[in-house]
């Protein structure tokens, strides 16, 4: 199972990005989906994460501007970034759980800034 993650880039404050993190292999029955954000010296942290039921938990921080989706016929999980801050700049990670296994993607870079 590879997790193939794209969308990424520069963004000025206020502006958007769509993430999007595609699950390829062997593929069964994924579970939970999900992104995290890590900046250099912090640890890895939650920003959204949506069960095969479509159920969806947020960062505080991120309530209202961020939106976690999934297609389950292409395997794929994406984030909608709107309003931008240039707190949110980080390496983005997907990941994606299938029978009790976490498996993660390589990271996507976003920077806000003007």
């Known amino acids: 199972v590879q997790l193939q993650a794209s969308g990424g880039g520069l963004a000025q404050p206020g502006g958007s990005l769509r993430l999007s993190c595609a699950v390829v292999?062997?593929?069964?029955?994924?579970?939970?989906m999900g992104w995290y954000r890590q900046v250099l010296g912090k640890e890895r942290e939650l920003v959204a994460d949506?069960?095969?039921?479509?159920?969806?938990n947020y960062k505080d921080s991120v309530k209202g501007r961020f939106t976690i989706s999934r297609d389950n016929a292409k395997n794929t999980v994406y984030l909608q970034m709107n309003s931008l801050k240039p707190e949110d700049t980080a390496v983005y990670y997907c990941?994606?759980?299938?029978?009790?296994?976490?498996?993660w993607g390589q990271g996507t870079l976003v920077t806000v800034s003007s």
């Open positions: 990941l994606a759980n299938q029978a009790g296994l976490d498996y």
């Open positions: 292999g062997n593929v069964f029955s994924i579970n939970a």
């Open positions: 949506i069960t095969s039921y479509m159920t969806t």
